[in-house]
């Protein structure tokens, strides 16, 4: 009689959303990742199937962070049967910009509902959407109640406040005629603009490619050579604000254009 041979166990192999995140998150912090965030980047990778290459994560101050976007596709994954939003207009001001929202956010046609609220006013949203407080405390709103719904105890990025810096000059500008250096050749900002911006990205360790993208988004612009000297030299003082008083927060901003930059490879 043959004896049964004993295989040894197999061990259960990591979803592909998980080790995309692992890959992500070492390639965002630079090496090894630290056992309580991989632990947390597992949990939030398995139960929720949140992405780091879509956006549905950000790492901001040595924590993970869900994004709207990711708590929006939570919600059609589990097939969420409703939404409703309100505002508290006991608490609302508009003159000066300050509003309340109530969102009811419901998982099952027969759930009574999980309640979430979200305030905004001029003194905690970002200068990029100041004047648009009213739809930042919805998305707050929205988002405190989904976390509620399925059980997700990290908060949302845009629970918290900004984390960028003063507002660089909105002010509308001509383009300005480009320099020329010895060859001939155009600028585009000056070389002064450009030795800083490298600078900067020597100095902070920052992936050149992932500051290309957010300088384009920054502008307005679709490339980079369409943009004037002015808006160039107020994104370089921007991202050198934002590096020094925030490293975490401009990676954790860089770290949503991980997809595109693969993409375009």
């Known amino acids: ?91 609302c001001d508009s003159a000066a910009n300050r509003f309340v929202l109530k969102a009811t956010i419901f998982p099952s046609k027969s759930s009574a509902g999980f309640v979430g609220y979200g305030d905004a006013d001029p003194s905690n949203v970002s200068y990029l959407v100041q004047g648009a407080e009213m739809r930042v405390a919805e998305t707050r709103a929205v988002n405190r109640a989904l976390r509620k719904a399925y059980g997700i105890g990290i908060c949302s990025v845009e629970e918290i406040g900004s984390f960028a810096g003063q507002p660089a000059s909105h002010t509308k500008s001509k383009k300005l005629p480009q320099p020329t250096n010895g060859n001939g050749n155009g600028n585009h ?33 679709q490339t980079l050579r369409e943009a004037t000297r002015e808006q160039v030299e107020n994104f370089v003082t921007h991202l050198g604000d934002w590096a020094d008083k925030n490293r975490d927060a401009l990676l954790c901003q860089l770290n949503s254009y991980l997809g595109a930059k693969e993409g375009a490879a």
């Not at 692992?22 to 090496?31: H, I, V």
């Not at 056992?35 to 549905?56: H, I, Q, V, Y």
């Open 189 to 221: 900002g000056g070389r002064t603009v450009r030795d800083r911006l490298c600078q900067l990205i020597r100095q902070h360790q920052l992936d050149a490619t992932l500051v290309k993208s957010y300088a384009t988004d920054f502008c307005g612009v």
């Open 1 to 91: 009689m043959k004896r049964c041979q004993k295989h040894p166990r197999r061990k259960p192999q990591k979803s592909n959303t998980l080790r995309e995140n692992l890959r992500l998150a070492r390639q965002l912090l630079g090496g090894t990742l630290p056992t309580r965030l991989a632990k947390s980047l597992e949990t939030l990778s398995k139960d929720f199937n949140f992405s780091l290459s879509t956006g549905e994560l950000q790492f901001i101050n040595s924590s993970w962070y869900v994004t709207h976007t990711g708590l929006l596709g939570l919600a059609r994954r589990k097939r969420c049967s409703g939404i409703h939003v309100e505002t508290v207009d006991s608490l």
